[in-house]
């Protein structure tokens, strides 16, 4: 039986300037360890840097923080949407789709994680779509000391049922100073952590702070990560059978 492997843990670089800037993180610097996820960038927007611009043979994930501004989307497809704080928009490009995401208020902030998928080789050329996912349709589990909001896929019992294009997990948690959770990663899949703010420790032998990421997976059995907080802290988990 193979253990789970970790990579190094990885402080983001730093992109961009007043209208644009983002922590960046590439699956490249990952050990092999962050497929399906190819890179993503937490980001903060203020005005239209990018146009409309076309994504093939891949995923592009647009989730908007409560803490931001609404966040529109047109694209090829017909998808003309509003990305309200607090929800997402998954964009399967498939085999090409051209969209254009823009702020809604003049001068306001996009406060967001563009997240960047893998997808099946065997599906690459197949017709683009795209799924929203409202905050309304994303449980979240209040324990002591912890809040775990189930973007998609799912946390123990706690399922995002809104049907995904790929079985990719993707929570939104906080957690108080000197708690922990845990999370049962599958055999399989890999897992990737990155810390908002705050500081976290995985299995009280890797700790990240602020802006700090790190992959984890390659095991052919179930593994449970125990994550704890030596301070108040706000991280997300992506995880996902590795492509």
Sequence with gaps: MSDIKYS????????????FSASQARHNAFSGLMSPVLGFDH??????????????????????????????????MGTDLTITPGSLLWTWAGSGV????VPTVEGGEVHGLQLFLDIPHANRALPPKSIFIPKEKMPTVLNDGSSIKVAMGSAGDAVNMTATPEPVTLLDIRLNAEKSIDYLLPAGWNG????LSGTVTLD?????????????????ADKKIIFTAS???HFLLISGPAI
């Design 8 to 19: 190094s843990v990885v402080k983001l670089p730093q992109v961009g300037n007043s209208q």
């Design 43 to 76: 980001f903060r927007l203020t005005k239209d840097v990018f146009g409309a611009h076309k994504h093939m043979h891949m995923s592009a994930v647009s989730y908007v923080f409560e803490d931001s501004v609404a966040y529109h989307n047109q694209d090829s």
């Design 98 to 101: 051209t969209h254009h995401e």
């Design 192 to 195: 990737t952590a990155y810390i």
């Design 204 to 220: 009280a032998r890797h700790t990240l702070n602020k802006n700090e990421a790190i992959s984890f997976g390659s095991a052919d």
């Design 231 to 233: 301070g108040d802290s």
